[in-house]
């Protein structure tokens, strides 16, 4: 499984050579001794030995099962949130007089101890790599063990400050990157595979093709977050003339457009920090400077939430579904049904105001657009532009969205409008053409609480990793 | 002044070259305008839109009087705390029920609110030197706003986060070195002080001399602290030898000792986190692999308090000063008395117990060291190992340690069990040869509250800075 | 076929983004054009318009067809050798009077004049390239046209000038190197193929795998050398066991010997300037100095002449084989009968004496070892210590040495004598146990001229090219 | 002096730490160990061995005192030169039948064999170094031993082949700059004296002043040449308003002139290679690029020869230099003389016209420009583009040019027509003003050989080395 080896890959960052044969001989440690050194790193006041207490500590879990790891967890929420009889001594204090020194002594009896902890595991070569590892050994565990919610909350907020995006260093990744990184980035792309080093290699070492990624000091080769640009002379309505290996490479000076036909978040344990709107925005940047002709800034995105949309809005007695469209959806299981020109003719005909309809109005349970990319992509400021039927034949694509994907144009001049129309106001940016195309699409009046749910969260995020 | 410098050079990377022409007519900004740039950065909610906003508030605040300047920070301190109501509910809530969720809302109500204003603008280019220099700018206002305080400890707070110890670079600094970085090394030394490019040749292009310091990925060229380090082949009694250009360097493969001889922080508004133990911890494990014949590493460190400490200790009633030093005390004011020899011999006879008793027994309010140098040492887990009189003839070192000087020793098995035992019993370690030196000290009994003063904070602080 | 796509290569590195367009419209040159581009290119004297001239004429060569190519180097032959004239007239001024002066003045005189027309070429962004590509393309020519034996000598002696070892930059090639160089490792290795880059990360992301290579500045990401490197316990007695992906890395603390298993010349085009003798001495000392354990340096050799020598050696009258041997040699063409232990058994029995005697008393036309890589190692002054039955099953190593591979050991304190010995005396070194292994085999005496003749160029050329 | 600081700089470079306590007791060497030294190194045939003896030879050099280095110089004449026997052996063969195998024997019987040495004396690390520093010690003994020539001709010869600018890195050199590198441009400014750091950092860490440098990557931190530029937006008439630390920047987009104020060579052992024409134009095109408001391209030259010809030709019977202009220049041999308004305006008006003749038609002895630094401009295709009085006011400046400069004048497309011009007829390109001053000047007429002599070599090698 993926996240344990890269679970591995992190910790053994941790542990140097001096380790190396060290490692294959895992020593067994008691639940009394685990908790003793999570108390030691706690209590030691220097900071030099901190750093030792923190390795040492590091080592154990390493070696640790998954059970040693879930009393980790259980220890850290129970026995490391604030001090219950401090805290309750604080906030009385604050409520018989709220000074600002009151408030201050209530701030500090509030953090959990856990985060000093967590700081100090931070001091070790390795450590934050650890951390983030760690993060995601929780996820694992946050179903059966609710919890252990605001450890996983504490861990997030400290990311926030440790990732603020004023760290990052955006990185151009081409062919003359070294392979450590490249081959993070075939095993990280999520929206549209890499095959092979080939197949790599077409996406980067081409002069109309580019790769930026986010690095964080503290994770060496370790991408956060990369998009994929592609230079065109038009804003494109399909993925394959993109991937293909059968084109011709266009002078980038003759570009218009700088398509971003994929972003893939990379690292799990940073799930809820926030990095692709300051790509995609630094990107246009860097991208327009270098390139004066570039006057277009687009994605060609998919539609993850789409066709789950179409089955529960289908299967409500009052719908925007009409018979015919109905009866039509079952005709679009298999996967060559876009080779029937009559049958892909009809579904377009009978899909895109839908599919326009599900992208504009349709909303999750918090008000927003129910679809995960275009939340995205209209939260950053973009305006949905173009939509495009038989647009990715790929499987996944075929399942999740019919083969539509569409294009959200970030203007520069207007995202800070439509960012804030969106936040403010739920509206949705989208040129004429789209919005006439929902017209069409007859919706009974319903209560938001019966609106389309929102996608279950493990499929949510694995839409959001692959945000595009 | 040192700081204005500072502060311009910071803020003036902020504004790239754009900014060119600009930065030479500032514009009048009101106040009412300032209110409003503040309440637009906190409340504005895209990530893209923050930084434009960040960007806009610093070009406003680098054109800004001083009066300008300080209404932002009362601002801040007066408008951006927790907000009252809703800290005051979380603090009833979990009064009524304490809860993990009802702490971890409190915990949320309690951060002020001006700390997300500080969040944002670190995500510009130039954000974090901004606010490293804000906060110098603080400090000045702090006696005559005490109510700034808070905002000082909410920056502090945010600095611990971003400069914990895991996200610094060790570099060695060296011929090799960029002008950029050495003109800083000549300008933030503060224990003995660089002529020029020459003395800093002296120290940084021989094979026996070393300089190491640590770097933080935001503050590019800044350095925040930096050690300088010589090779010999004894344990140093004065530092003439060491700094004169007059003498032959020694192969560092023959070098037994690493010496320790001046240790400078560099950023004033980072003051109040620590970075110097890591760094002698990092570089003597460093030398000891590159050069394995190095066993001994002590410190050659200045005793900043010992001469202000030996004045009001002689004022005292009953005091550990006898009549005979007190007279000599007065012969001790020009800058020639050590080149008589009878005097000399006489100041050292009376004068080495009593800073053996200075270092060893005389403690702060808080029950620490006086000596701000020997409390960061002898908090480091070092041990005092040898004082040196007549060690630094230099006027400055006259002045406040009538020319001792000491070498702290850093034994690295040792360090451990000395910091515990130095922070849970304050047990100061020394070799006997010194402890020896303080039974001749006779003191009556007095209450804590009348011993020694701490310094003055201006005062302190200045030695922290050079704590050495 | 691979030279022309390193030609390719080369050649398109020096046509820049300027000529992307121009790059598809090749333009017809006349003859008469050519012949007047080389007289400008050698006429013209302004240094910085050189530049232009050789710019042109290496974009009007790339655009040339293959017959316009061999019009260029015969050219070059016939109206750019020394001045007839000019280097009669010095010639009989020297022997009328053979000063220093006169000396010089022949010396100038017999320099050819295409000599100047290369050293224009290299001063121009990708020059060098461009000349060790057309080098290549020479080779190709010279069957046909023996007459440009002279250029090509020219071309050696200036890459000997530019070449020189002192120019050469090693570097360790490990999973941080760019894809960009990594692919022509992938590509140039020529002695054990690297199937894919898996294969490749186990030569080199694992702890006990190196690889180096030698560049030069201005060949950028081309390499011109490589080795790799095994670190182990034992002198390796068969290549399978060093490239398997089923085996366990070792700590290298915990390696003695270090084994150069694979070298590989990457430039064709460089044929003639030797590289490999330094490579191995500056590898073998880096890691010694890195490694203090390493005890042992050897090589794991192919013997590439062996079967073809077997072959004219059996066809002999008087020969080293015996006829039981003769017939036996029939039985080993085929794939596997090394699966036959007794048939492996007794070709082991046979064959070994004779790849002994082989490798040690078989010469070449010049009275060098017969097998090249034989030559290149003892050349270098190493000793033969091992022969190796069964060491390398792959078809093609069966087809060359039926199997068999050596080990050359490097002793670094007997290279220099061995290296003396070999070249004053033709002497051999190898371990007593190889030399009495020869005892065995009876040659009678014949004549020089009738000995083993040395392979045909081209095959002893790529059997060089993979000398290991 | 400067050349022996530098050569134990650069042959200390050899000289690596393990040599570290070796280097202060020479050993005395016989100058038949020498000699045997030499005969080894010319002999030996292993590459690897090479290597030592060349190692050797180097640290045997170092120790030898000044006739012990001549030794070394004499033998490398006398001992090995071409094989006399076999070149004219060659020589013969090549009369008898001049075929192109014949002139390839006697091209190879002609090479020196000391030619053989250098390059192995390259092969070491530092061998560049030190046979660069090997070259300066020759010129010093050319004087006394005139039979020298030939090696230092061949060391010049191995250095142009070496020193290619295929070879060469373009620098920009600024305040990130090394120490290192910095401290060596400081020492080798030889137009306009750098005086500390200070004045150092005003030239290259202002926007409007610039510092490019070629390196070779085998000199390490030395620079070959480099140039300063000031970006202007006006061509400028002297010198002080452009070296003043009391001007302010401009912005660096507003420059619409570069002026190139001053070249220094800096090696004086590559004396006859020249760097300095490559240099201009690359840096010209660099900043065209950058800077697209860059329209002119100047120098601000000093004219080194003018006064001393001026004597000379004041001397002669028929003179250019009338009798009030003679005796007008026994007023300007003080420093203050521009301070006389009425004196400074006879000057100018008498003076001028003959620097416009000496720039332009003033000869050498090969009947180039007379002024090596017009000859080097002139020579790379600029024009004389405007004459300034009092430009200069620095001692030497007023010495050797009564306080005259120049603006030579870089005009991209003219560049090659001038340079052809100048190098196949002799013609000056200078603007219509500067050859209408020359109408003036009557000079009688008489042969060349009576014509202004050439400067003495090593002053004209001084004017060169500081060419601007």
Request: proline share 6%.
């Amino acid at each position: 499984m993926r996240q344990t080896s890269v679970l591995d890959d992190l910790l053994s960052a941790i542990t140097d050579n001096r380790l190396f044969r060290e490692r294959r001989r895992p020593k067994r440690i008691s639940r009394a001794d685990l908790a003793a050194m999570l108390a030691a790193l706690y209590s030691g006041q220097g900071e030099a030995s901190s750093t030792e207490r923190a390795e040492e500590f590091l080592r154990a879990y390493r070696d640790l099962d998954s059970a040693g790891r879930t009393f980790v967890y259980r220890t850290l929420a129970t026995d490391y949130g604030p001090e219950p009889d401090a805290l309750a001594a604080a906030a009385k204090a604050y409520l018989d007089k709220p000074s600002e020194t009151n408030a201050k002594a209530l701030q500090v009896a509030a953090e959990p101890r856990r985060v000093e902890i967590f700081r100090r595991l931070n001091l070790v070569q390795g450590g934050t790599q650890a951390l983030v590892a760690m993060r995601l050994e929780l996820f694992a565990r946050l179903a059966n063990h609710p919890e252990l919610w605001t450890v996983d909350d504490d861990l997030r907020r400290l990311f926030q400050a440790w990732f603020n995006r004023g760290f990052l260093l955006l990185r151009e990744i081409d062919w003359q990157t070294s392979a450590a990184i490249l081959e993070k980035i075939i095993r990280y792309e999520a929206v549209h595979e890499i095959q092979d080093w080939e197949d790599l290699r077409r996406r980067i070492d081409v002069p109309d093709r580019r790769l930026f990624g986010f690095f964080h000091p503290r994770l060496g080769d370790e991408p956060l977050i990369f998009v994929e640009v592609a230079l065109t002379e038009d804003v494109p309505t399909a993925i394959e003339p993109i991937l293909t290996d059968k084109r011709e490479p266009i002078d980038p000076q003759a570009a218009t457009t700088a398509v971003f036909y994929s972003i893939s978040n990379c690292q799990d344990g940073l799930r809820g920090i926030s990095f692709g709107s300051f790509l995609i925005k630094q990107v246009a940047d860097d991208l327009a400077r270098e390139l004066p002709n570039l006057k277009t800034f687009v994605t060609l995105s998919p539609v993850p939430g789409f066709a789950q949309w179409l089955r529960e809005e289908a299967a409500r007695p009052t719908s925007a579904v009409d018979e015919p469209t109905r009866l039509l959806l079952d005709s679009l299981d298999g996967p060559d049904w876009l080779d029937d020109p009559a049958l892909a003719k009809a579904a377009e005909t009978a899909l895109t105001p839908l599919i326009a309809y599900y992208l504009t109005e349709a909303k999750d349970a918090r008000g927003r657009p129910a679809d995960p990319v275009a939340r995205f992509h209209l939260g950053n400021g973009a305006r949905l532009e173009q939509i495009n039927f038989a647009a990715d034949r790929a499987p996944g694509a075929l399942a999740t969205a019919h083969g539509y994907m569409v294009n959200y144009r970030y203007i520069l001049s207007d995202v800070e409008r439509n960012h804030e129309a969106f936040v403010n106001e739920g509206k949705v940016a989208c040129i004429n053409a789209v919005s006439r195309l929902t017209r069409g699409v007859k919706v009974a009046e319903r209560d938001a609480a019966a609106g389309p749910k929102q996608l279950p969260p493990p499929a949510a995020e694995k839409a959001n990793a692959a945000a595009s």
